[in-house]
């Protein structure tokens, strides 16, 4: 059973857990600092306190949020250039192998400090690098099923897909393509997870495709044009209890999508290490901005006849919960 969730705790964890880290971790420099001798912990103190620094700063930026969307403003960890973030990273690092040949001068210096650092030297390129691929391949994979939907109408053939993202699994859309249903059915091949509501977000030239299936519900989309999203909330962690108020709490990202008025949609994932959820939102602002900027005419929308359409004021309120999460004010809107 799944109990309130508390998206806020999701949205202040960064700050928290930053500036506790931060604490701890000019506490312990200072510490080591007053009492001389301990060469090699202020070292680590003084690394672990770069690396802390650029990893929190990351954490920071990704819970996101905004009232009254901007073109080109906002979101500054999802429009930071991908070769930002990694100077970001390598940066971290190369502070670290330089302490570290620093320290090779140091008296107390012996082969075993010097073997552990060779070992981290090579550890943080390997991981660094996995986490990249690993990221890539999960967005290449998400765009690759959501082609699948070309094949049952939901997509047009002239709507191209700039990012596609959601918690369906690779096997279930293997076995939509392989058996080909007359309709789409996800649940049917989620036995694992058959109370997780699945979704799955496309953006598309001009519109955000919204597609979802709810435990014993059938299969429903709904669309919104790119340029009628005023209100976006992208939050690095948030969490849901299960199984009552004493279960425990799982660690989500979460997006959400606000029109300015009273319709707003959230869609809850899993958090992964090398999760694609940032690039997916990188693509979608990109689009966004583009989509505000350009003169928009609602003829040029493609039109939508499917069965399993469901127009946006009658879409209902996307949740892992039974409980609504309103995360914004209902305000006018400026389309």
Known sequence: MHTFRQIRL???YGYLIASLGVLVMASLIVAVGYYNGWGF???????????????????????ERTYDYEPHQGFTYYRMPEKTKMILSWTGFACSVILLFVYCFDASFDRWTFLYGIVIAFL????????????????????????????????TPDER???????????????LANDQPQSIDWIDY???????????????????????????????????????IQQLYVSSASYKKVGGESGPKMNKQMIVIGDGEDHQYHFQFSSRLYSGLSLFVSELLACMDDAHLR????????????????????FPMLSSTEEEYVPFSVQPSSV
């Not at 680590?44 to 930026?61: K, R």
């Open 190 to 228: 989620e036995p694992n997870e058959v109370q997780t509501p699945l979704h799955l977000l496309v953006v598309t030239d001009e519109e955000l495709i919204m597609c979802t299936q709810h435990p014993d519900e059938e299969f429903m989309f709904s669309t919104i044009p790119l340029a009628y």
């Open 10 to 12: 999701g949205e202040w």
């Open 41 to 63: 912990l202020l070292v680590v103190a003084i690394v672990g306190f770069v690396m802390y620094a650029v990893f929190a700063y990351f954490a920071l930026l990704k819970n």
């Open 161 to 175: 897909i700039y990012a596609a993202y959601g918690n369906i699994s690779t096997e279930a859309w293997l076995a």
């Open 124 to 155: 943080f390129p390997g991981v660094y690098y996995w986490l990249k691929e690993k990221t890539y391949h999960d967005i290449r994979t998400q765009i690759a099923c959501a082609e699948i939907l070309y094949a049952y109408g939901v997509l």
């Open 295 to 314: 003169e928009f005419d609602e003829d040029e929308l493609p039109e939508r006849d499917h069965p399993d359409y469901v127009p946006l004021e009658d």
